[in-house]
Each structure stands twice: as structure tokens, then as C-alpha cells.
């Protein structure tokens, strides 16, 4: 018989967490899932609203995707601390907040929208100010995927300033 307090996770044996049915490493990478389902849905809605003829082959994500106008920035500003917020100028915000590039862990396309947003789903983790939190293991996770999957900050830092530039 199946242990009542184990992780659901088949065929993992270790002790399940917080009231669920899965240890907290199992719990981590099915709230990773369920993010990137979360996101690849939201994507499919913004790609829908697109007309055909705007969209790159693989939607929005696509070649002729857009650069963003603002960005939710991941930075860390001390141990153990990670400031989610928004900016429409990253370069200026990251020398505003005097930090190195290696310190900007990842960027979203989004807005005081969005940034509201991921302060909400993270708010067990806010660290006093208002823009501060735990660099836990979920907030590490998400960070992870978002980088995965818009790249790394300065390069997109760096698309968005050439832009700039050229119009």
C-alpha cells in the first residue's frame, strides 16, 4: 500500500509537502507546467487577436515579433532578495537601481499590468518594500523559465535600444 503522507509523484519516495499530494520538488516543477500552460494560453489569446497576415510562422514568438515597449524586470538587489518590477527604459533602470547586468536575472514583456500580477502570485514572498522578495525556489523557478523563454536581459536590452534607434 502507497504511503498517505508520500509524494504522489510516481515513483518518487519522498515525504509530500504543504498539505498536497507531491514533495516540493515535484510541486515546483508542476507549477512550472502549469505556468507555462498558464502562458502558452495567454500567448494563443494575444496571437488570435492578431490578423494572420501580422503574425510570424510560429505566432507572436515568431521573426517579425515586435520588441516590447515596457518590460517586468527580475533583479537581484541583495542576497537572497529579488525586486520584480516594471520599466519602459531597462538599461536606465538597471544603472538607476546601480546594479550589474549579471544581476538582472530575467525580463517579460508587460506592464504595471503584468507586474501587479506576478506581485500577486508572489506576494507570500514579499520582503518588506513594496517591489521586494525571497529569492525562494518557486521565485527561482520562474525566473529560470522566464529567461528561457524571452533570453537573456541585455540582449534584449540591447534589441530594443538598436530599435530605438533606427526608427
Known sequence: MDDPNGCGWRPCKRVAEMDTPLCKAHLIEAWAIVDATREALLDRQACEAVPVAQRGPRGLRGPRRSLPTSVVYYVRVRDGVVKI???????????????????????????PEREAARHAEFASLRRGRREDFEASVELLAHIDLIRARWGDPQDIARAIRRAALAS
Do not use: F, M, N
Open 85 to 111: 518590477g516594471y520599466t519602459s527604459d531597462l538599461t536606465g533602470r538597471r544603472t538607476s537601481l546601480r546594479v550589474p547586468w549579471r544581476d538582472v536575472l530575467a525580463v517579460e514583456p508587460g506592464g
